[in-house]
T-cell receptor, first 115, second 112 residues
Framework: GAGVSQSPRYKVTKRGQDVALRCDPI?????LYWYRQALGQGPEFLTY????????KSGLPNDRFSAERPEGSISTLTIQRTEQRDSAMYRC?????????????FGPGTRLTVL | SQKIEQNSEALNIQEGKTATLTCNYT??????LQWYRQDPGRGPVFLLL?????KEKRKERLKVTFDTTLKQSLFHITASQPADSATYLC???????????FGSGTRLQVQP
């Protein structure tokens, strides 16, 4: 596709349910990032992958959060036993190389609401 | 802990003037700094990158400065237009670490 896509765009779930958020990066982009963005704030780093390898997961808040990118393309961020505090915009970004300075291309985000 | 500060108050300027946005940081030694634009309901869009050994970068009407002694970056938009109205985010990257640390952004409103 032309850009980073994410699905679903909106997700409403009940507390205690598991959710899976999908990211489809720009074709050929090696690096993929997950961020969480609260209203009025900048994106907060969660985790990132080079190809299928998870290189840094230091931003994941706790062990209810996990991510995978099994074939080095599409990635899934899973939140188990959701809590109300997990409600936020979850954004995915990708970049074309492992070069440190590469710009990141962001997707439209998934708005998660936990009731 | 690392802290990035951007003016939380909106910046209102008249069309044609130069907008200047500030990004200050503490407890950080970034390898580079990036500026992004974010429109309501959309993801951030990359604008400019400046490395820690560079003082200034320009791209069309945009100019970024980076002072590692003051721990500050300034982002200028010259000849501003109403279409420049958006939130502008600065983001810092560290040596050997690809994760970006973002500021909270400054909203710019350009009045016609």
């Amino acid at each position: 596709g032309a850009g980073v896509s994410q699905s679903p765009r909106y997700k409403v779930t009940k507390r205690g349910q598991d959710v899976a958020l999908r990211c489809d990066p720009i074709s050929g982009h090696v690096s993929l990032y997950w961020y969480r963005q609260a209203l009025g704030q900048g994106p907060e780093f969660l985790t990132y992958f080079n190809y299928e390898a998870q290189q840094d997961k230091s931003g994941l808040p706790n062990d209810r959060f996990s991510a995978e990118r099994p074939e080095g393309s599409i990635s899934t961020l899973t939140i188990q036993r959701t809590e109300q505090r997990d409600s936020a915009m979850y954004r995915c970004a990708s970049s074309s190389q492992t070069n440190t300075y590469n710009e990141q291309f962001f997707g439209p985000g998934t708005r998660l609401t936990v009731l | 802990s690392q802290k990035i500060e951007q003016n939380s108050e909106a910046l209102n300027i008249q069309e044609g003037k130069t907008a200047t946005l500030t990004c200050n940081y503490t407890n950080y030694s970034p390898a580079y700094l990036q500026w992004y634009r974010q429109d309501p309901g959309r993801g951030p869009v990359f604008l400019l990158l400046i490395r820690e050994n560079e003082k200034e970068k320009r791209k069309e009407r945009l100019k970024v400065t980076f002072d590692t002694t003051l721990k500050q970056s300034l982002f200028h938009i010259t000849a501003s237009q109403p279409a420049d109205s958006a939130t502008y985010l600065c983001a810092l990257g560290g040596f050997g670490r690809r994760a970006l640390t973002f500021g909270s952004g400054t909203r710019l409103q350009v009045q016609p």
